[in-house]
Each structure stands twice: as structure tokens, then as C-alpha cells.
């Protein structure tokens, strides 16, 4: 039987390769597609492993204004008491401020000087926005990788008078880490509401990247022109102390046993003001990257399920017509030599594994070399047409082009995709299932029939 079955895939070597190139194609787009939905899940988990067991704390917009300038203005008292409970196991604290550089200058370009009126070019010529924090690896900017850290170290809440620069803002004014630079309080700025006069020596601990993926209308809107600093430096710009300052928002970590939606229900039992707030999943905060991934996992559904379908379809109909149809008479020969119908099926399917090996092996190599190349297609088709919508919003809200927007916006920037082996038993497993039913339904019609018929309908 093995013998006879390699003696005809060999003799009708074409339509052995046909079928074997359609088996190639299908377990290649297989396996390409769990190679994607695996980078994905990666790529996710990696993404929210600072924020799926976390929730921020801001302003509830509806009945709080917040700052003249619209800030957040989340009291540093309601922040401790949530911090101090049980269920938290650390929090990050956001102040937003403004500040002018002494003696320095800060990055300009052709868009924002052609947006610029002479009166807020003379009052904001050097100034630049602050972000206190006390931890700046969970800030939100570095969580949502707007910025980058490449030198230096991140701010700690022990630190005092400690900043993290934009490298491009301090190479145009030929700073490294470690050196000291002076800021002032901006008498014009809307939130400098006590009309705070301070100047405050900071020390540079480190570098940032990161540039504005859309346009701006103002300088201080540019990722360059920002400096995260330590929260004393923040509010000390505005005649504040930690206490006494007035927060953009506060991020609080849940403990890993805590289930973050009982903690969020809990904390409504806490002397604090409520109707001010809102308690929000941090996850919640990046929708763009939830449609990122929910986009590429609805594609490569779609491509695992498709070439399944697709190669039963395909390979039931090349079975049935170039194989079943042309052997009729050779059917209706071993029937009548005595040969039962299940050792003729029986053929047929060693048939089928001697054409099938070779396409799965070469599968494993083809979906090596194109997997990365067709996933990071998939992902640019996917964000590019978030970007699209993103743009089409801001278009028609007029938001601003900062990296709290574009945080917010964020997407799968790239996937890094391997074709593990045990994804190629996965699709062995599901490809022959589909090829053994495609060779029932093409084998029974003609099983079922006596050799006398075969060789009539033959002629």
C-alpha cells in the first residue's frame, strides 16, 4: 500500500505539487497567524504590565473646573488617604506647572513662531512646562513610552531639586547630566495664582527622548520644552510646598492579591469628596492601544480561520477533480482484484501524508523568513488607520498636540515575532483534520460505487 502510494504521488508529480503548494500556502499563513497573535499577547502584556492593577485619580470635569488654566487640582490630603490604605501598594503623584529657564533657551520652530503673538513671545520666550513627580518610571508620559530615558537615571521620591531634561533641549544649550541649571516662577503663567516670584537651582540626573508625533501651536507644547522634576521643584515654582500644592492627578498601584475593582468600590467609604473626583482604570487610559491589539487579533483570526477553510475548500475540490475523477478506472481494478474499500482509502490518505509532510516542513522555513514582515504590515495597516480617526477627531475637537494627547493615542509601535516549533503542531494538528474530511468528501462518492459503474461512467 505504501509502496503504490508513492508510486502515483511520484508518477503525477504536477498534481501532486499543486496540492502540495496549496497545503504549503495555508499552513504558512497558519502559522503565521499564531505567530502574530503570540507577538501580540507579548507585546500587550509587556505594554500594561505597569497599569492592568492600577487606577488614577482625576478631576471630575463636570463639576470641577480645576485650574485657571484647566488643570487637575486633586488635594495632596485625598491623595494620602487613599495611599495609606491597605490595597495600595505605591502611587505616583503629578504636578503641572510652569517655569522660565534662566540664562537658557529653549527649542522654537517654524510652526510655533509663525502661531506666536509678540506679547506672549515676550512673555514666554523662555518658558518651559514642568511635570513633578515622584517616581518618573511610572509616570505616565515614560509608561506610555512618549518619552524614553536613554541617559541618566529616573527621578525617585527622595530626590529634591532633580530634573530629567529632553536631550535635544540640552544639547542646543550644551548641557549633560549632571550639571546645574536655575528656573523661575512665570509671573504671567494663569496658575501662578499667588504670583510666586521663585528661582530654584535643579541639577539634570538625566536625558529623555521622544518628539511630537502631530503638529502644535505653541512651543511649550513640544515634548523638548518640557523638564520632569521631582514634585518639591513643581510646586515650589508656585509659592507651594508638597502639601500645600495642588495635583494634575495621582496614579495608586494595587497590591497583586487585591482585586482592583472590589479596592475602587472600597475606597468610596474614605472621607473624601467624591462629587470632585473620578477613579479611573488605568488601563482604560489608552483606548488607541486597546484598538491596536483588538484590530490585530480580529486580522489574524480572520487568517488563521480563512486559510483552515480555504485549504478544505481548495484541496476538496483539486481531490475531487484532479484526483478522484482521473482514477476511476483504477479504483474500479483494485475492487475488482479484491482490495476493500477502506485499504483504497487507506492509499489515499498515505497519499496525502507523503504530499503533506514536505508542505508542512517547508511551511515551518517560509513562515520564518515572511512572518515579521507580513505581522508588522498587518500592525502599520491597523494603526495607520487609528491614526487616521485620531487625526480626523482632533481635527474636528481642536485638541492639542502635547504628550499627554498623544499618551493617550498611543499604539503597538512594532511586533517582535517568532514562529515557536510548537506552533507548527498546532497547525499540523488542525491542517490534517481539515485535509482528512476534505478526503472523505471528495473519496466517498466514488467508494461508494461497484467497479462496473466506475468503468461505464469512465467511458
Do not use: C
Amino acid at each position: 500500500m505504501i509502496k503504490n502510494a508513492f508510486a502515483y504521488v511520484t508518477r503525477k508529480s504536477l498534481k501532486s505539487l499543486i496540492i502540495m503548494l496549496v497545503i504549503l500556502a495555508m499552513s504558512t499563513l497558519s502559522l503565521i497567524s499564531l505567530s502574530i497573535k503570540d507577538a501580540t499577547d507579548r507585546a500587550s502584556k509587556e505594554t500594561f504590565a505597569n497599569i492592568t492593577n492600577s487606577f488614577s485619580m482625576e478631576i471630575n470635569r463636570q463639576v470641577n473646573p480645576g485650574t485657571p488654566r484647566g488643570g487637575g487640582n486633586v488635594k495632596g490630603e485625598d491623595i494620602k488617604k487613599i495611599s495609606q490604605t491597605d490595597s495600595i501598594d505605591s502611587y505616583v503623584k503629578r504636578i503641572n506647572s510652569v517655569a522660565d529657564l534662566v540664562d537658557y533657551d529653549i527649542i522654537e520652530t517654524q510652526e510655533t513662531l509663525a502661531n506666536q503673538s509678540p506679547e506672549r513671545a515676550k512673555n514666554f520666550k523662555r518658558t518651559v512646562m514642568l511635570t513633578g513627580v515622584n517616581d518618573s518610571s511610572k509616570e505616565t508620559k515614560f509608561v506610555s513610552e512618549a518619552y524614553k530615558l536613554v541617559e541618566g537615571k529616573h527621578l525617585e521620591n527622595e530626590d529634591k531639586n532633580k530634573i530629567l531634561m529632553h536631550k535635544d533641549l540640552a544639547e542646543k544649550n550644551n548641557l549633560k547630566v549632571g550639571d546645574k541649571i536655575k528656573i523661575k516662577s512665570n509671573l504671567f503663567d494663569a496658575d501662578n495664582e499667588k504670583g510666586a516670584d521663585e528661582t530654584v537651582e535643579v541639577e539634570i540626573k538625566g536625558l529623555f527622548d521622544g518628539h511630537n508625533s502631530g503638529g502644535v501651536s505653541a512651543a511649550q507644547e513640544l515634548y523638548e520644552n518640557t523638564l520632569i522634576t521631582d514634585v518639591h521643584t513643581a510646586a515650589k515654582v508656585y509659592g507651594n510646598t508638597e502639601d500645600t500644592a495642588v495635583y494634575q492627578d495621582a496614579t495608586f498601584f494595587v497590591k497583586g492579591d487585591k482585586n482592583l475593582d472590589s479596592v475602587i468600590k472600597d475606597l468610596g467609604k474614605l472621607d473624601i469628596n467624591w462629587r470632585e473626583y473620578n477613579l479611573i482604570k488605568s488601563s482604560s487610559n489608552y483606548p488607541a492601544l486597546q484598538q491596536s491589539i483588538s484590530g490585530i487579533y480580529s486580522i489574524s483570526n480572520k487568517l488563521f480561520v480563512g486559510s483552515l477553510i480555504f485549504a478544505g475548500v481548495v484541496v476538496s475540490l483539486l481531490l475531487l477533480f484532479l484526483w478522484m475523477n482521473a482514477r476511476k478506472k483504477e479504483i474500479a481494478v483494485l475492487l475488482s482484484l479484491g482490495i476493500s474499500k477502506l485499504e483504497i482509502f487507506g492509499q489515499f490518505l498515505i497519499e496525502m501524508v507523503f504530499i503533506s509532510i514536505p508542505a508542512f516542513v517547508g511551511s515551518y522555513f517560509l513562515a520564518q523568513y515572511t512572518a515579521d514582515k507580513l505581522g508588522n504590515n498587518i500592525l502599520n495597516k491597523v494603526t495607520g488607520d487609528i491614526a487616521k480617526q485620531i487625526a480626523r477627531q482632533s481635527a474636528s475637537s481642536q485638541l492639542g498636540g502635547g504628550a499627554e494627547a498623544e499618551g493617550f493615542n498611543k499604539t503597538l509601535s512594532s511586533l517582535d515575532i517568532n514562529v515557536l516549533p510548537k506552533f507548527i503542531i498546532y497547525v499540523v494538528i488542525f491542517m490534517s483534520l481539515v485535509l482528512l474530511v476534505s478526503l472523505i468528501i471528495s473519496s466517498f462518492n466514488i467508494l461508494r460505487r461497484n467497479p462496473k459503474e466506475l468503468l461505464i461512467d469512465n467511458n
